[in-house]
């Protein structure tokens, strides 16, 4: 895995790099905003690391602005910023993960590499392994979804439950049980907030051939559209 580190402390970027390369994973180093996006361009990462507190231009308008430029490669930010406001704020500018410091290395790698395999192009699988939905088909051994064969952009939030519905389709799906996939052991965030999840979904699905319903006090239901 190639990754491109846009951090601006030293020691941090050393530590990572030196743990991160006994993990083969090749990083690079980058540590001003204003050169992030073209060493970006430049190195085509196959996950990027953003800190938000960068010299010359912040992690978000750097994030904004390789989105605007159509670079879609998996981001994982990594800040001391760790409040739920500023998670909302990162992953609502085109993150695609969020991990507050201090962190543990294992959670780190664990992510980078689950970004990393929701983003390879599609392979082929056996037929066993695939779960076809109207024109929307989840990969059991990767873990992706495809949409007509291309890969969905999905949050990890979004993936979560996008699996959690696939598995029953046609069959409604508490609220609670989905908050409790989506937001395992995170005690800061409401119940409501899994309807902010499904409509980012909604938005993502809404191309699609399948329909993601809200049954009142039974949850949500996908199915494919007749």
Same mark, same amino acid.
């Given at each position: ?26 990083? !690079? ?8 996006? !073209? ?188």
């Amino acid at each position: 895995m190639k990754l491109l580190l846009i951090e601006d402390d030293r020691s941090m970027q050393s530590a990572l790099q030196r743990a991160l390369s006994r993990r083969q994973i090749e990083v !690079s180093l980058c540590e001003d905003g204003l050169q992030a996006l !073209s060493l970006w361009q430049e190195r085509q990462p196959d996950v990027v690391v953003l800190d938000l507190s960068l010299p010359g231009l912040d992690g978000l308008h750097v994030l904004d602005r390789a989105r605007r430029a159509g670079l879609r490669t998996p981001v994982l930010i990594l800040t001391a910023r760790g409040t739920v406001g500023d998670r909302v704020i990162g992953l609502n500018s085109g993150a695609d993960d969020y991990l507050a410091k201090p962190f543990d290395l294992d959670e780190l790698e664990a992510r980078l590499r689950a970004l990393h395999r929701r983003h390879q192009p599609a392979l082929t699988a056996p037929a066993e392994a695939r779960q076809p939905l109207g024109d929307l088909e989840y990969d059991k051994d990767n873990g992706a979804f495809y949409l007509r064969g291309e890969v969905l952009d999905l949050s990890p939030r979004e993936l979560t439950l996008l699996q959690a519905l696939i598995s029953r389709p046609g069959h409604a799906v508490s609220k609670e049980r989905l908050f409790a996939l989506v937001f395992p052991d995170d005690d800061t965030v409401q119940l409501e907030a899994i309807e902010v999840v499904v409509y980012r979904l909604r938005k993502k699905l809404s191309q699609a051939q399948v329909s993601l319903m809200t049954l009142r006090g039974l949850g949500y239901l996908l199915k494919a559209e007749s």
